[in-house]
């Protein structure tokens, strides 16, 4: 069974950092993109960053560029983001992805973990 | 700025059909945006319904199919029931490496 845990979410000052983790199981990690996509409390869904299998292919929304940064250690099956300068507005529920590829879509999505941005 | 739009609210009756839309604010959705489109009820992930325009996901029902009409593409409901009422999303690929999500359709089956 494909499973996608999120953890690292929390409480955090504006222009301060946080590290958010997604461990995958169920499948073989490094056959796949694996995307963040995020969602402001009572908002749309919103693409935040992607990443291929082998990290050879990063992209970010505008939004967020130059502040966070993707990342993944296949050896341990985990995707992270790394949230820095956060502002008021990267208030959301952060999700993992598997992203299939070739179609570019989401199969399988984690549950989310809640980063608030607020002294 | 590209937008991905699309109607904010829809409702339907049950056993209705519907069809929501998904628009750019600029040009015209085609296959090769590879639309794809989610459900959402509160307090839940996402659940993914349709890829590459009308590939429905594992365990979807046939009620929900996919297509490009005219220069969006669509998501439509046939014999709508009443745990189809949720929130929808569309994704388009934008080729440049980043996805877009549209705002989001909030479906009511009344």
């Known amino acids: 069974e494909v499973q996608l845990v999120e953890s690292g979410g929390g409480l955090v000052q504006p222009g301060r950092s946080l590290r958010l983790s997604c461990a995958a199981s169920?499948?073989?990690?490094?056959?796949?993109?694996m995307d963040w996509v995020r969602q402001a409390p009572g908002k749309g869904l919103e693409w935040v960053s992607g990443?291929?299998?082998?990290?050879?292919?990063?992209d970010y929304a505008d939004s967020v560029k130059g502040r966070f940064t993707i990342s993944r250690d296949n050896a341990k099956n985990s995707l992270y983001l790394q949230m820095n300068s956060l502002r008021a507005e990267d208030t959301a529920l952060y999700y993992c992805?598997?992203?299939?590829?070739?179609?570019?879509?989401?199969?399988?999505w984690g549950q989310g973990t809640l980063v608030t941005v607020s002294s | 700025q590209t937008v991905v739009t699309q109607e904010p609210s829809f409702s339907v009756s049950p056993g209705g059909t519907v069809t929501l839309t998904c628009g750019l604010s600029s040009g015209s959705v085609s296959t090769s945006y590879y639309p794809s489109w989610y459900q959402q009820t509160p307090g839940q992930a996402p659940r993914t319904l349709i890829y590459s325009t009308n590939t429905r996901s594992s365990g979807v029902p046939d009620r929900f199919s996919g297509s490009i009409l005219g220069n969006k593409a669509a998501l439509t409901i046939t014999g709508a029931q009443a745990d189809d009422e949720s929130d929808y999303y569309c994704?388009?690929?934008?080729?440049?490496?980043?996805?877009?999500f549209g705002g989001g359709t909030k479906l009511t089956v009344l």
């Open positions: 992805a598997r992203r299939v590829g070739f179609q570019y879509y989401f199969d399988y």
């Open positions: 994704m388009l690929y934008m080729r440049s490496g980043i996805s877009v």
């Open positions: 169920g499948f073989t990690f490094d056959d796949y993109a």
């Open positions: 990443i291929s299998w082998n990290s050879g292919s990063i």
